[in-house]
C-alpha cells in the first residue's frame, strides 16, 4: 500500500513544462512601463539562475548537487494507496497520494525554498526577504536559509502574526526573524499582498537581500516538479500504468504544478485543479495581467485574478487566500488543459475528517480541499461502475492548524 523509493533515485533534473504548453506564456510587463521585463529588471530581486529558469526553453533542469544532498532529507517522499478510504466510499477506483507532509516543515514548500536558497547563496546574497500567510512558506524558507548559512526575514500577514504562533515559533527556531506585516500600519490585519508588498521593498532597498516567493513563478513550479516524477515511477511500482487523473489544491499553483506537471504531456490524463469558493480565482476571476501584489509593486502577470486589492474572507486555508495564480496554470486552464472547481470550507473539512477518520493522518486545512475533490471523484466512479486511477498531492498535514478543526467540530465554521 506504500511505494518508497532509495534516496538515490531522487530524480536529478526538474521537467520544464514550458515547451509543452499548449500556448506560449505571455511574458511578464514592466509595472511602470507595461513592456515586457527583462533580466536587469529583475536582478535587484533574484539571482541570475533564478531568472533564467523563468525562461528556461530546455526540457530538463539539472538538481544542483548540494540541492539534491538536502532535498535528501527527506525524498523520495512516500506514494500512499488511501485503500482505507476506498473500502468506506466503497469505490471502484483506486486512490493514490503522494505524501509532501514529511518533509521538515511539514509541506512541499522546502522543495522550491532549498533550491532558492541555494542559488541565491551561489550569488553571494547574505540575506532573503519574504511573506507568508499562515507561515508554511516563512517556516520552510528559514529552514532552507539555515542549511545554506543565510538570514531570512519574514513579513507574517498581521492576523496570522497574533492568532497562529505556532509557525512563527518555528520560523524562529530555524533561525529567521519575524515582523507582522503591513509594517506600516498596525491596525491591519494584513493579507498576502500588503506581505509581498513589504518583502520586495526590503529586498529592492538593500544590496545583501533578495526577494523570494514561494509560488506562483515558473521557476518555483520548477523546483517543485519533483513531486510528480517522483509519482510517475511510483505509480509503475504500483502496476499502474497511468493515472486517470490528478488532483491538486491551488493557491498559488506550487504543490498542484508538482504533482501534475509531468503529466501535461500525457494526453489523456485529466489535471484538476481545486479551490475556495470563498477565493475563487480560477473559477470566477477573469483572465488578464494583474500585479502579483497590493500596491502595484511586482511585474504585471498574465493569470486568472480576482483584481490585486481583493481581500479574501479570513477562511482556514490561508494558502488558497491569494487573489491571483500562477501563469503557467492560469495558461493550462484558459487553454483547456486543466481543469479547476470550488467548494465552501464546510464540505472541505467534512472530507478532511473522513480522511482523519479512515486514514489516520490530519491533512491541511489547503491539502483537504483536494481531499474533498478526490472523495467525490471516487464517488463518481461508483456510481458509473467505473475503473479509474486517482492521483493527488497530500501537501501538507494540519497538525499546527487545530483550531480549524476544532472550530469544524464545534460548529463554528462559517460556508
Ligand atoms: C502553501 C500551501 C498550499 C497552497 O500553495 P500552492 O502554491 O498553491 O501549492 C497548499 N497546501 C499546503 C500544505 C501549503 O502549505
Not at 498559488?252 to 490524463?269: M, Q
Not at 464540505?347 to 480541499?369: C, D, L, M, N, Y
Not at 469544524?408 to 460556508?415: A, K, N, P, S
Request: aromatic share 8%; hydrophobic share 40%; proline share 10%.
Amino acid at each position: 500500500m506504500r511505494w518508497t523509493l532509495p534516496p538515490d533515485r531522487l530524480p536529478d533534473a526538474w521537467f520544464n513544462v514550458l515547451p509543452h504548453l499548449p500556448a506560449p506564456l505571455d511574458p511578464p510587463l514592466h509595472p511602470a512601463t507595461r513592456q515586457p521585463v527583462g533580466p536587469d529588471d529583475l536582478a535587484p530581486l533574484f539571482p541570475m539562475a533564478l531568472i533564467a529558469q523563468e525562461v528556461a526553453a530546455e526540457p530538463w533542469v539539472d538538481i544542483p548537487g548540494p540541492v539534491a544532498d538536502v532535498l535528501r532529507l527527506w525524498r523520495p517522499t512516500p506514494l500512499v494507496r488511501a485503500r482505507r478510504l476506498e473500502e468506506v466510499l466503497g469505490t471502484p477506483a483506486r486512490i493514490y497520494y503522494k505524501d509532501e507532509s514529511v518533509s521538515p516543515p511539514g509541506s512541499h514548500k522546502p522543495n522550491t525554498a532549498v533550491a532558492q536558497a541555494f542559488y541565491n547563496k551561489e550569488e553571494g546574497i547574505a540575506r532573503l526577504s519574504t511573506e507568508t500567510g499562515a507561515g508554511q512558506w516563512g517556516s520552510a524558507l528559514s529552514f532552507a536559509c539555515q542549511l545554506f548559512g543565510l538570514e531570512c526575514h519574514v513579513y507574517m500577514v498581521r492576523a496570522s502574526f497574533e492568532q497562529k504562533p505556532y509557525r512563527r515559533v518555528m520560523i524562529e527556531t530555524w533561525g529567521g526573524d519575524v515582523v507582522p506585516s503591513p509594517v506600516d500600519d498596525p491596525d491591519h490585519p494584513g493579507s498576502l499582498g500588503t506581505a509581498i508588498s513589504d518583502a520586495v521593498r526590503d529586498a529592492a532597498t538593500r544590496d545583501d537581500t533578495h526577494y523570494s516567493l514561494g509560488s506562483v513563478l515558473n521557476h518555483v513550479l520548477l523546483h517543485q516538479t519533483v513531486i510528480g516524477l517522483e509519482a510517475k515511477e511510483q505509480l509503475m511500482l504500483a502496476g499502474e500504468e497511468r493515472p486517470d487523473v490528478v488532483i491538486g489544491s491551488c493557491g498559488g499553483g506550487s504543490n498542484l504544478a508538482g504533482i501534475s506537471l509531468p503529466f501535461v504531456p500525457d494526453a489523456g490524463v485529466r489535471l484538476v485543479a481545486v479551490e475556495p469558493s470563498s477565493c475563487p480565482t480560477l473559477t470566477g476571476g477573469r483572465f488578464d495581467y494583474d500585479f502579483g501584489d497590493t500596491a502595484g509593486m511586482t511585474p504585471l502577470l498574465s493569470m486568472y485574478t480576482l483584481g490585486h486589492d481583493f481581500v479574501p474572507p479570513p477562511i482556514h486555508a490561508g494558502g488558497l487566500r491569494y487573489h491571483g495564480d500562477a501563469p503557467i496554470i492560469s495558461n493550462l486552464v484558459n487553454n483547456g488543459r486543466m481543469e479547476a472547481m470550488a467548494y465552501p470550507q464546510g464540505k472541505v473539512f467534512e472530507a478532511a475528517v473522513q480522511w482523519a477518520r479512515t486514514q489516520g493522518t490530519i491533512p491541511a486545512p489547503e491539502t483537504s480541499h483536494a481531499v474533498r475533490a478526490v472523495v467525490d471523484e471516487a464517488l463518481a466512479a461508483k456510481e458509473e461502475g467505473a475503473d479509474r486511477v486517482i492521483l493527488f498531492n497530500y501537501s501538507g498535514h494540519g497538525l499546527l492548524d487545530l483550531q480549524a478543526y476544532d472550530d469544524y467540530l464545534h460548529d463554528r465554521l462559517d460556508g
